[in-house]
């Protein structure tokens, strides 16, 4: 059957290239980011699908240093929190970098907007849609920046009242992400994650049920703490 609707070859490795070679970046040099190539980069984002076409993104882009600065103490205060939180691997935790928030030429805090209860379409069963849009907005961002060359990183350790209190932002918004964004030295071939030995990638075979959810016989006990 010829495919009609699908890209010319080489397109279509351009768009599965951007796929397997994304990476969550925490490590970045000096430079700062041209700003076509930062519109580009959030306009991929505007054009990510939305439950009900809600888009209930909002961005603030960081240009105080000294708010960037109390953004990178709210991360350091919940890196600590979350290594508490881990009992035993709380040292591995530590030893791991977790954003780029002092280095990264740009920081964009991502939150959703204020009034998300007016929508209904998509969320009357599932309200947590609106999180699952704006992601899909990030990774468009996470898509372009690799297109573009820049590294991107999502931090997701803060304490979300703080960071809203902090953007002066009303209390129906919720702050989601803070991107870390700038050139880097290079793309590493693996998650961070995996080659620290944190967690290991799932295969397909891992993940991939048909007709019924099967448990598999070994796992992570209840137990663990990830
Ligand atoms: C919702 C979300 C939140 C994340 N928050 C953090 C974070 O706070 N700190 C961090 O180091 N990485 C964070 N990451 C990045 C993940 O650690 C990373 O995506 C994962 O290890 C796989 O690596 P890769 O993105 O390079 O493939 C986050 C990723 C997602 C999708």
Redesign the pocket.
Known sequence: MPMEWAFPADQKEGVYRAIYE?????HFKAGAIAEEVLNRIIDAGLAAPSVGYMQPWRFVRIQQASLREEIFQL?EHERQQTAAALGERKEEFLR????GIRECAEVIVVLLCDHRERYIFGRRSMPHMDLASA?CA??NM?LAARAEGIGL??????DPDELRALLKAPNGAEP???LCLGHVERF?E?????TAG??SHRERADVLMTDQWITPTAGYSDKDSL
């Open positions: 994304r990476r969550d970046v925490r991360a791991l970098k977790t954003d992601s990030i990774q996470w990183g999502w931090v997701s350790l803060f989601i992400a803070i590493d693996r998650p961070l994650l995996e944190w967690d």
